[in-house]
């Protein structure tokens, strides 16, 4: 019992760490590369990247570019982008103390991961 509240503390230590792609000095050229993207999945992956991004410093806009991410993904069938999607928006109810909400998030992207056999996302989405 104790090994595993250390791993996913550890894992939770290693999403937090390596979610954020991008900091606030990167995120104009983010945005010249979403006007600029034609695949609806880099403009995903790019939306992802501001939503990390603005994780800490402006929650509205982690969630607006979460949001936008999930919605776009779906569309497409972008399996991945929900998942992490679904994690950033996860994150940003965590934060601001809508725990009930955060969960769900988490939950929906966890079953995304089960669905797809993608071990690591499991373990993500449960942190």
């Known amino acids: 019992m104790k090994s595993t509240f250390l791993l996913f503390v ?3 230590i290693s ?11 990167q ?3 983010v945005y010249d590369e979403l006007s600029l993207a034609k695949q609806d999945t880099s403009r995903v992956l790019l939306m992802l990247d501001l939503a990390e ?9 982690n969630l607006y570019y979460g949001q936008r991410a999930l919605d776009l ?8 982008g ?3 999607a679904l994690l950033a928006i996860s994150i940003y109810y965590r934060w601001a103390g809508n725990l009930s ?3 769900e998030m988490g939950l929906k992207a966890l ?3 089960k669905e797809n056999k993608w071990n690591t996302d499991q373990a993500f989405s449960m942190i």
């Open 82 to 84: 929900e998942l992490r």
């Open 27 to 29: 995120v104009d050229s």
């Open 53 to 61: 991004a603005y994780r800490g410093s402006n929650p509205d806009s």
């Open 111 to 113: 079953d995304i991961a």
């Open 10 to 12: 550890s894992l939770f």
């Open 15 to 25: 999403l937090e760490s390596f979610s954020q792609n991008i900091g606030l000095s």
């Open 73 to 80: 993904s779906r569309k497409i069938d972008f399996a991945k």
């Open 101 to 103: 909400k955060g969960l």
